[in-house]
């Protein structure tokens, strides 16, 4: 285990030292001037100039990859072009909000998935199959621009139950997560029946079925188990993607999330916040895989990280 | 154990649903924003809602009229030669939020701190001609310059901040400090801030909702009390039939054009502009698709400013004449004008476009559209790589704008005249107002300028789009002023 934990740090520096070239590199390459996007049409190319000065924007490509990177291995992500404020503060003021939608999300999905897939699988080519196979397209077609507003039409406007967005009033967090865990949910409960079905095929499950265990034993205990390892896989992947920041349902619902921070730093091309944002993306997205990894080991115990024998 | 794992997960939910949130205290009057604000410095703020909030925190020493001329705010002003000003602060002036007097060691410091290159800040360069700021006692203060500008007293409006906030290095950004009629109570994350009125203590919360839709419906179920501007016209008809709320509108002065770049040779042809010109039917447009009080603009400057001319002769929507012109320029059926146009990915922008698209169609020009988002699109913009394309001059008060559009030495980067326009007449015009210390000849000459440039046809005037609130019907006071600003927020109550 230890030796999986050191490849998987090493590897994670590396993922680091990659994301953070690309990102620059690409977010300077993107056309677009942060000085414009600051001071508007108006401002007389004095003022342009000084402030590029100020903000080091006047420097070669390689200076300022080297300022960024040494900032970097200090822990500094630099200060926010347009608010003047310290990334990390900024980071760290949105991410609560990200991680609670994410949860939230990934909790509604596990809750709808789970009985969903195993009720498709179990009555396999019944009404409730259908059924449950429907919902699940349904759930993959419905953008989430589609779904949020209609969510809010409904609950929030009609009936009144919700707030319409905001992360302030109580409920907030409700229609968000319910608009980004639906998706998941179609996605999870699809998964849960084709590998519950492969898994009900296996001799074991045979086997535990002429013990005369009851049928519930069988499926939840048995065959479930066996069939949780994609699962798991795909929970991870979709957790380190939903921690990432949901762009579209934060913006629908101005959910002050990692996502909304992402889009809006990108459209007024501030650098080291988009430098910042997707740099801890991706630290997430491989911690959250090396944690998913580790999962495996305790699902299913043959598996054994980091030894090959 | 799944099934345990289940149930634990089922009790989680409820209780995940309740975290982090509280009640939003009702007393709280809630006003929606389409961008959130990004600096409360006013030496450093440029961005419209900010220098909007800035308005509230601080005050100025001058500001403007209806027309656009320079009005005594915090002080009064007084000419005592071509290069020397004297202002006298407002004996009724309000101290600062911390309770400290204002006075002219806090202007000193506010325009010095300005004016000293290394602070970069976006205002500099329309102050530079300020050779130095001399206190005379705390309420005089005067301003020698470097050359004379008959405008001078417009261009001192960036709010006043305290010399004593300024020497502790306090953050201006985290903690104004201002003597404005409101001071900053919270800004728990950027799009929602918290401002204090001083006179009542009536707290105001700035909400930034990107999404209109979203916007509209969170006024409609009470979250937001007031909306201004930013709403697609179909969303504003639907509010005006709501009970709960009132509409209200006035004329606005913020102008909308399209840009010809005369590098393209097909531009350079004035009976081509022209055709454009007559193919396109603004009046259809504005009542159609921008309604209210928006109107057909003809010039740069609207006629109600002091250097406007309301004598210019509409251009007329002419498919007939249109036609004509583009026969005389060599275009036909056959051999077609051909153009691209560039607008932002905003989708009433680009609606917008597709009906001048298709009337351009109509008379034979066959147009491509081209869309980007706003930093991409402005960049083309600014490096000259477009054919047609469509902007909006934002708040303009000072006719010096006629320079950094139409003069010929305006090209990016010292200037805005992106279409590379050149007329030497336009030149002299603009350099000779410029040298005109009386302000009634001035005006003469910019409205003279105005003529030539509607014939010109640098740009296509469209129009300038009207300003408009709506506001729950428990809150009273809210009023629109012409440039936009937030100003009747210090009016502002709730009725229960």
Wanted: hydrophobic share 45%; aromatic share 10%; with cysteine.
């Amino acid at each position: 285990m230890l030796r999986f934990l050191l490849y998987r740090l090493f590897s994670t520096l590396l993922v680091v030292f990659g994301v953070s070239v690309m990102v620059f590199l690409l977010i300077h390459m993107v056309p677009g001037d942060p000085v414009d996007m600051m001071l508007g049409e108006s401002a007389r190319p004095a003022d342009r100039e000084a402030l590029r000065h100020a903000l080091g924007l006047d420097l070669s490509l390689w200076v300022q990859f080297s300022q960024f990177m040494s900032g970097l291995v200090r822990g500094d992500l630099g200060v926010s072009i347009h608010s003047n404020r310290p990334v990390s503060e900024l980071l760290l003021e949105r991410a609560p909000a990200t991680i609670e939608l994410a949860l939230a999300a990934l909790l509604i999905s596990v809750v709808i998935a789970l009985p969903m897939g195993v009720l498709a699988a179990v009555r396999r080519n019944t009404l409730w199959d259908k059924g449950a196979m429907a919902f699940s397209l349904l759930g993959v077609s419905m953008p989430n621009f589609w779904l949020g507003p209609l969510l809010i039409l409904i609950f929030s406007v009609g009936l009144g139950w919700f707030p319409v967005s905001g992360r302030e009033y109580t409920g907030s967090l409700v229609l968000p997560a319910i608009t980004l865990g639906t998706a998941l949910a179609a996605v999870l409960s699809r998964m849960v029946r084709s590998s519950l079905l492969e898994v009900l095929g296996e001799d074991f499950v045979r086997t535990a079925r002429a013990k005369g265990l009851p049928e519930r034993i069988v499926i939840w205990k048995h065959a479930l188990l066996n069939a949780l390892l994609p699962v798991i896989t795909l929970l991870g992947l979709q957790l380190g993607v939903l921690l990432g920041g949901a762009v579209i349902t934060e913006t629908v619902f101005s959910w002050p999330g990692l996502g909304k921070l992402t889009i809006d730093a990108i459209l007024r091309r501030d650098y080291p916040v988009v430098q910042g944002t997707i740099l801890v993306i991706s630290v997430t997205y491989v911690v959250v895989n090396m944690l998913t990894d580790m999962v495996y080991g305790i699902v299913d115990p043959r598996i054994r990280l980091g030894n090959p024998k | 154990m799944i099934a345990r794992f289940l149930f634990v997960l089922l009790l989680a939910v409820p209780l995940l649903f309740s975290q982090g949130c509280s009640q939003p205290d009702s007393n709280i009057i809630r006003f929606g924003l389409s961008s959130s604000p990004l600096r409360l410095d006013p030496r450093f703020a440029t961005d419209a809602t900010s220098s909007r909030l800035n308005r509230l925190l601080y005050e100025r020493l001058t500001d403007f009229d209806d027309a656009s001329r320079a009005i005594p705010s915090l002080a009064n002003w007084q000419q005592l030669s071509p290069l020397r000003y004297r202002f006298v602060l407002r004996p009724n002036r309000r101290s600062f939020n911390n309770g400290e007097r204002l006075t002219s060691a806090d202007v000193k410091t506010t325009y010095d701190f300005v004016l000293n290159k290394k602070n970069a800040s976006p205002h500099r360069s329309s102050l530079v001609l300020i050779k130095y700021v001399r206190i005379i006692d705390p309420d005089t203060i005067e301003f020698e310059l470097n050359h004379a500008d008959a405008l001078f007293p417009s261009y001192l409006v960036i709010g006043i901040v305290s010399e004593k906030a300024v020497q502790r290095g306090v953050n201006l950004d985290q903690h104004p400090a201002g003597s404005g009629p409101f001071t900053m109570r919270d800004w728990p994350e950027e799009g929602r801030l918290q401002l204090q009125r001083r006179r009542d203590k009536q707290v105001f919360e700035f909400v930034h909702i990107g999404d209109s839709t979203v916007r509209t419906l969170k006024l409609l179920r009470g979250e937001i009390d007031i909306l201004q501007n930013d709403l697609p016209r179909e969303l504003v008809n639907k509010l005006r039939q709501d009970d709960s709320v009132r509409v209200a509108n006035r004329t606005g002065s913020n102008f909308s054009y399209l840009g010809f770049n005369f590098l393209q040779p097909q531009f350079a042809d004035r009976r081509v502009r022209q055709a454009v010109m007559h193919a396109i039917d603004r009046k259809s447009l504005v009542r159609y698709v921008l309604g209210g009080k928006t109107r057909v603009a003809e010039s740069i400057l609207p006629p109600e400013h002091w250097a406007g001319n309301d004598a210019i002769k509409a251009y007329r929507f002419d498919p007939g004449q249109s036609r004509a012109l583009l026969k005389q320029a060599g275009y036909d059926a056959e051999h077609p004008l051909r153009m691209s146009y560039k607008t932002s990915s905003d989708p009433f922008r680009i609606r917008i476009a597709t009906i001048i698209q298709q009337q351009l169609a109509d008379v034979g020009i066959k147009v491509e559209l081209v869309s980007y988002d706003w930093a991409t699109f402005y960049g083309d913009i600014k490096a000259g790589r477009f054919q047609l394309y469509s902007l909006s001059w934002v708040g303009i008060k000072s006719p010096d704008i006629l320079r950094y559009v139409f003069h010929s030495k305006a090209v990016p980067p010292d200037g805005a005249n992106r279409g590379h326009y050149n007329n030497p007449l336009v030149d002299r015009l603009i350099e000779r107002a410029e040298r005109e210390a009386d302000m009634d000849k001035r005006a003469q000459l910019y409205r003279e300028l105005l003529i030539i440039l509607h014939d010109d046809l640098p740009y296509i005037p469209l129009w300038y789009e009207e300003h408009f609130s709506i506001v729950r019907k428990n809150i009273k006071g809210y009023q629109l002023t012409a440039d936009g600003s937030y100003d009747y927020l210090s009016e502002v109550s709730r009725q229960n």
